[in-house]
C-alpha cells in the first residue's frame, strides 16, 4: 500500500502486443460478458496476453464498456496443473502484468510448475484504459509540493493541489469517475475467473491487493479458493486512522535504520527536511528537492530493509555531507515513475487518488483534519506532519465513495493472511484486525521490518505459503517466523 506524502498518495517495452481486437458495438449483458473468450496471444518470452470487457457500471450494463488487459505464463508442469493463480502487487494503481513478468523473483518455482500465474491491470490501471489526469508538469506541482502544513501559505498550496487533481481527474474521467473502486475491480475478478473457466479462484494479493482479495472473499465467497493476504489492509479502519498508523509505522521504521547506521540521528533527518522547505537542494538540471519528495524518498527506501536501507544509507550520505540529492532524486523518481527526461511513466498517482476517493469515505471536516495534524505529529513527528493531510484531494472529489459490503465475520474457504510486525506500510495490527474478521483464516507472522512477508528471506514464512498453495490446507494454528539466520545480518548491514 503506496505511502500517500503530503497531499498525495515499467511500462511494458511490447506494448503492440496489447494492440486491441475490435469489439463490435453492442448492448452487453452479464450473460455476453460471461461469454466472451480469452483469446490468448505470444506477446513477451513465453508470456501469452489477451484481454476482456468489463461494464463500467454493474448495476446498469450496457455498450458502456472498459477493455481489462490480462497476461499468463503457462505452468511449467502441465501434466501436475493445480489451475490458475492471479497475483496483485497492490498500490492502488500497481500493474499486475508487469508483477506476473516478474514472477520469477516473487514466487518459487514449485508454485510456477502447477499454477498458471495471471495478471490483470485493473481498470483504469497501466494498460486497462489507463487515466490520466495531470500533465507531467501538474504532477510535479503535485507530488512536489511542501507536504507539511506549517503555516497558511502551506495550506492553501496543498488545497491547491488538491483541487488541481480532483477536477483534473472529473475532466479526464468524465461519466466513469465513479466506476473505477476496489469493489468494481472484485466484480471484474469474478468475470475473470468464470473466463478462465475456473470452478475457484486462486490468489496473492501484496498489500492493497489484499484489500481486493478481502472484498471478492465478501462478495463471492463460495467461489473463494486458496487466497493468500500479504501485508494486509484491515477494512473496518478509518481514513484517519489508517494515515495515523501509517506514520507512525514509517517512524517506526526509520528508527530502525537510525539504529543500524547510528551515523545518523532522526534529529539531523528532521533538520534536513525542515532545511528543504527553504533551501532545498538542487540537482544539476537545477530542480529542486523539495521536503515533499525528500520525505517520499525516505519512505520509499524503508519498504525494503534488504535493499532500500543501503540506498538510502548512500543517498543521506550524499545529500548531508556532500550537498549532492541525487540518491534522494533516485529513490524519489523511482518510486513515482518519473523518467530522467521528466515523464511519468505510469499514471499510479492519479488512478491512485481516484481509486482511493471511492474506496474509503472520511466524514471529517477541514477544522478536524487540522485538529487531528497535531496528533499526527505528536504521535510520528517525522512522517506525521505529511500524512495528516493526505487525503485531501478527496474533500473535493466529485463522486461518491461506494458503499463496502460487510467485511466483519466473514466465512470463507481457508485463507491465509501473512503481517509483518514493523511493516510501516500496513502495520501489523491491520494483519490482526484482518484475521479477526476473516473466520476461517490463519495468519502467519513474520518478526522483522520492511513491507510485506513472502519472499523477504524467511524460509518459515515461504514454506508455509507454498504448501497452503500446493495442498490447500494451512498451517493448524497461526505461527510466528524470523528472518533466516544467514539473511539476518544484510537487513542491517
Known amino acids: ?77 502441465p501434466a501436475k496443473r493445480i489451475g490458475s493463480l492471479i497475483m496483485n502487487p497492490g498500490g492502488p494503481g500497481g500493474s499486475a502484468i ?43 506541482f503535485f507530488l512536489g509540493g511542501d507536504g507539511s502544513v506549517q503555516n497558511a501559505a502551506d495550506k492553501n498550496s496543498a488545497i491547491a493541489a488538491a483541487k488541481l487533481m480532483a477536477t483534473s481527474c472529473a475532466k479526464a474521467a468524465g461519466s466513469k469517475l465513479g466506476h473505477y473502486s476496489t469493489l468494481d475491480s472484485a466484480r471484474d475478478m469474478e468475470l475473470l475467473r468464470i473466463l478462465l473457466k475456473e470452478p475457484k479462484l486462486n490468489y496473492i ?77 538542487l540537482s544539476i538540471q537545477l530542480r529542486p528537492l523539495s521536503e515533499s519528495l525528500a520525505v517520499t524518498a525516505i519512505a520509499a527506501s524503508l519498504y525494503d530493509p534488504s535493499s532500500g536501507w543501503q540506498d538510502l544509507k548512500y543517498a543521506l550520505s550524499a545529500a548531508l555531507n556532500h550537498k549532492n540529492p541525487n540518491g534522494l532524486f533516485a529513490l524519489v523518481d523511482s518510486y513515482n515513475n518519473r523518467d530522467v527526461s521528466g515523464h511519468y511513466t505510469s499514471n499510479q498517482t492519479d488512478i491512485a487518488e481516484i481509486i482511493s476517493c471511492l474506496d474509503f469515505s472520511d466524514p471529517r471536516t477541514m477544522a478536524q ?41 466473514l466465512a470463507t474457504n481457508p485463507l491465509l493472511i501473512i ?40 524460509s518459515c514464512v515461504d514454506n508455509a505459503m507454498n504448501s497452503y498453495l500446493l495442498t490447500g490446507k494451512p498451517p493448524v494454528h497461526d505461527i510466528t517466523c524470523d528472518t533466516d539466520a544467514a539473511l539476518a545480518g544484510a537487513v542491517t548491514a
Open 1 to 77: 500500500m503506496r505511502i500517500k506524502v503530503g497531499v498525495i498518495s515499467l511500462a511494458l517495452a511490447l506494448l503492440g502486443s496489447f494492440s486491441s481486437p475490435v469489439f463490435a458495438t453492442q448492448n452487453w449483458t452479464l450473460a455476453t460478458l460471461q461469454s466472451q473468450t480469452l483469446n490468448w496471444k505470444p506477446c513477451d518470452n513465453g508470456f501469452q496476453c489477451a484481454q476482456f470487457k468489463v461494464p463500467v457500471d454493474y448495476s446498469h450494463i450496457d455498450s458502456n464498456t472498459i477493455t481489462i488487459q490480462v497476461i499468463k505464463h503457462v505452468a511449467n508442469d
Open 419 to 458: 503481517g509483518t510486525t514493523r511493516d510501516p506500510a500496513t502495520p501489523y495490527k491491520w494483519a490482526q484486525g484482518l484475521h479477526k474478521d476473516l473466520l476461517n483464516s490463519t495468519l502467519i507472522t513474520l518478526n522483522g521490518d520492511g513491507h510485506t512477508g513472502a519472499n523477504r528471506g524467511s
Open 205 to 281: 494479493g501484496k498489500s492493497y491487493g489484499t484489500f481486493l482479495g478481502t472484498l471478492y472473499a465478501a462478495l463471492y465467497p463460495k467461489t473463494t479458493g486458496r487466497i493468500v493476504l500479504d501485508g494486509a489492509v484491515d477494512p473496518n479502519v478509518s481514513v484517519r486512522d489508517q494515515n495515523l498508523a501509517q506514520a507512525v509505522g514509517f517512524d517506526t521504521a526509520l528508527k530502525s535504520f537510525v539504529a543500524a547506521n547510528p551515523q545518523y540521528s532522526i534529529k539531523e533527518i528532521q533538520d534536513f527536511l525542515q532545511m528543504s522547505r527553504t533551501k532545498p537542494l
Open 98 to 140: 508487469q508483477y506476473v513478468m516478474s514472477a520469477d523473483y516473487i514466487v518459487s518455482k514449485s508454485i510456477e510448475d502447477v499454477y498458471d500465474l495471471i495478471g490483470f491491470d485493473p481498470r483504469g490501471v497501466n494498460l486497462s484504459d489507463p487515466i490520466r489526469c495531470l500533465t507531467d508538469k501538474q504532477e510535479d
Open 369 to 409: 483534519v487540522d485538529a487531528d495534524a497535531k496528533n499526527f505529529s505528536a504521535a510520528a513527528p517525522i512522517f506525521g506532519p505529511y500524512l495528516a493531510y493526505s487525503g485531501l484531494p478527496c474533500m473535493y472529489w466529485q463522486a461518491k465513495p461506494v458503499v463496502e459490503p460487510n467485511l466483519t465475520h
